[in-house]
């Protein structure tokens, strides 16, 4: 496909490039399909903590900052920094675990990479960040190419007119500094990792190519004989006369349309249901898809199934379905650091599979696209969230445009991803007016940018007097499913899990998106001694048993696969900055707790 793609590109006509540098561009989908060059590898790096690289003595932004990369011309030349004597760090990666002076480190740290090119005309190129956190700035040979806030989605520039024949540098200032108006606010019980954390590459498409599409199985009848798959697209143009066609060979199916006025297009294509093999747990079927918009052609490989809800349960193909997860951070398997390869992914989400979960909540922000990929053809579910977590500022205009264009970047990224289920648009957070009227807004437009797939949220119960759990919260007119986290055995008495009763008065499957207890592996006493592996063993035991009391419980995904490290979590000898609630250390060993899910699982 590649090979192609490159064929098809130096054969464009020669049309100059009209890169608009500095304006966002939509983020492209599917940035694996096309021919790219990866800029992955050592980076220069300096550490600014006074962010002295961007703003003169008085706090004025320099406008020749750290990122025109000025070297002495004559002898006198006064310039306070070198780039290429500065030390290099492996990107992707965190900064926190590459250099140790760096491992609480939150500020500025610069980085630079040189790389070769020859400046096209006849198709454009693109910078592509899987993600940088968390507020970062892009220079080209000393061009601005643009500004991205938010640690865990992806964006790419336009460069073509930025770049030039020879060598190139890229610049890129981040800022992992934490604000009360940020998304994540100022306080998370995670590790802050600053830095490129994620795949940069640069990638090669046409002039006119397929920003974004859809195809999707439309929900039906049991007994219906033919399924619609529902298409969408548009081009980066907003042109009419293109021609787009999708192709599917496995089923035949090839049909074409034409763009109007804004480049989009639209439609139904038809196959017979008996020719169709849905995507579900047990047999991850995808299909390999062809797109093509003139003579520029992209491949995916898409799963089809329906997901929906009737009353209480969860429809995976129109089958009720127990969602069997758990929750995982993005971190590596073995130590911290962020997790950014496939063998990462693979690694956790074999731990997930050894529990017996069919789904997984990737917590508490979109994971690298990897872990959604794997997971897909690994057939498990997933749960896929945004950053709004604990006290976001509710009022703050700036605040809500900012989760907004995390929902946007996360639902564009993965939407035709057959394996994600769920969109969850926060967890845990405070009851007020200005809440609602925030994540209400949140919940109706990520309909609007999807409306196949569940919305739901991590919210908490009240507790009442008599041991009862009441779960009340005005969010639920918004959700699909109604999930929530309890920590009975951990924040409360294990000994009242027995007695507790569950009012949950809505008419809605409901999921517990997190329960669990903290465990030192290898720590061994009492099952009352806390920290200890029969601690959290019993309370387990105690919480499984008290789960399948819940009416219309559809689901749980226990907090959490693998210990993970937070500056939360400070008690010398048992946490040392690793939140302990995991199933697995964060070495990797399992812990007791472990096989008690696995059992119960074995029952669902
Ligand atoms: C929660 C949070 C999760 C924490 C967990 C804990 O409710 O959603 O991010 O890590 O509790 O360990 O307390």
Known sequence: MKKLLTTMLLAASGVLAASAANEPLPLIQNVQAYESCSLNGDWNYIVDVQEEGY???????????????????????LIEYDFDKSPTMKIPSDWNTQDEKLFFYEGTVWFKKSFQAVPMTECRTL?????????????????????????????????SDLLKKGENTVIVKVDNKRHAEDVPTQIFDW???????????????????????????????????????????????????????????????????????????????????KKLQLWCPETPKRYDVQLTLDAGMVADSIGFRTIETRGKQILLNGKPIFLKGISIHNEKPNGGGRANSVEDAHTLLSWAKELGCNFVRLAH??????????????????????????????????????AKQQLTDMIARDHNRANVIIWSIANETPHSAERDKFLGGLAKYARTLDNTRLISMAMEVT???????????????????????????WYRDVNDAPKMKWVIPYDKPVIISEFGGGARYGYHGAKNQRWTEEFQENLYKENTAMLDKIEGLAGTTPWILKDFRSPRRVLPGVQDYYNRKGLVSDKGEKKLAFYVLKKWYETK
């Open 463 to 489: 507790g009442a007097s008599n041991y009862v759990n009441r779960l009340n919260d005005n969010m639920n007119e918004y959700v699909d499913v109604v999930s929530f986290n309890q920590y009975i055995g």
């Open 127 to 159: 910078l592509y960040f899987g993600a940088v956190n968390y507020d970062c700035h892009v220079w080209v040979n000393g061009k601005k190419a643009g500004h991205h806030v938010g640690g865990f989605t992806p964006f790419n520039y336009d460069i």
């Open 55 to 77: 703003y003169d003595y008085r706090m004025n932004p320099m406008r020749n900052g750290f990122f025109i990369n000025a070297k002495p011309q004559k002898p006198e030349d």
């Open 365 to 402: 922000y979109p994971h690298h696209e990897e872990m959604v990929r794997e997971a897909e053809r690994m057939g498990i579910l997933v749960w896929s969230e945004i950053p709004v977590y604990w006290t976001i500022a509710w009022t703050n205009p700036n605040t809500f445009a900012n």
């Open 191 to 273: 590790w802050n990792y600053g830095g490129i954390t994620r795949d940069v590459k640069l990638v090669k498409v046409p002039m006119n190519y397929l920003e974004n599409y859809d195809l999707q199985l439309m929900k039906a009848a049991g007994k219906a004989k033919v399924r619609e798959l529902a298409f969408s697209a548009k081009m980066n143009a907003k042109e009419a006369g293109h021609q787009v066609e999708v192709y599917i060979p496995e089923l035949k199916l090839k049909q074409q349309f034409t763009t109007d006025a804004e480049g989009k297009v639209s439609g139904i294509l038809k196959v017979a249901a």
